[in-house]
């Protein structure tokens, strides 16, 4: 199993920035994807954003140009920078971890994003 465990979250305003990072331990395998969704209550869980281990990305359109996730590899980590943030973005972040050949998706417990006045 995988351990993934986030930071970075809290509370700004909106037009602020914020960084979430998430560190994974454990039996890592390759090729993997990391990446981030988030959860606003009464809402589904949503895509943010996603790096395989090729260096591909895939982002939600809403985040699209104000949200840059990135990756060490080498460390295991996994990154997303977030700036021009809205009330809209506020949610649970939560990590995410997937070896789809080795049937692996593990999950972070999650960081909370609030953007308020």
């Known amino acids: 199993q995988v351990q993934l465990v986030e930071s970075g979250g809290g509370l700004v305003q909106p037009g602020g920035s914020l960084r979430l990072s998430c560190a994974a331990s454990?039996?890592?395998?390759?090729?993997?994807?990391m990446g981030w969704y988030r959860q606003a209550p009464g809402k589904q869980r949503e895509l943010v954003a996603v790096a395989n281990s090729g260096g591909i990305t895939n982002y939600a359109d809403s985040v699209k140009g104000r949200f840059t996730i990135s990756r060490d590899y080498a460390k295991n980590t996994v990154s997303l920078q977030m700036n021009s943030l809205k009330p809209e973005d506020t949610a649970v972040y939560y990590c995410r971890y997937t070896a789809t050949l080795y049937a692996r998706d593990d999950w972070g417990q999650g960081t909370q994003v609030t953007v308020s006045l």
């Open positions: 454990g039996n890592i395998f390759r090729p993997n994807a």
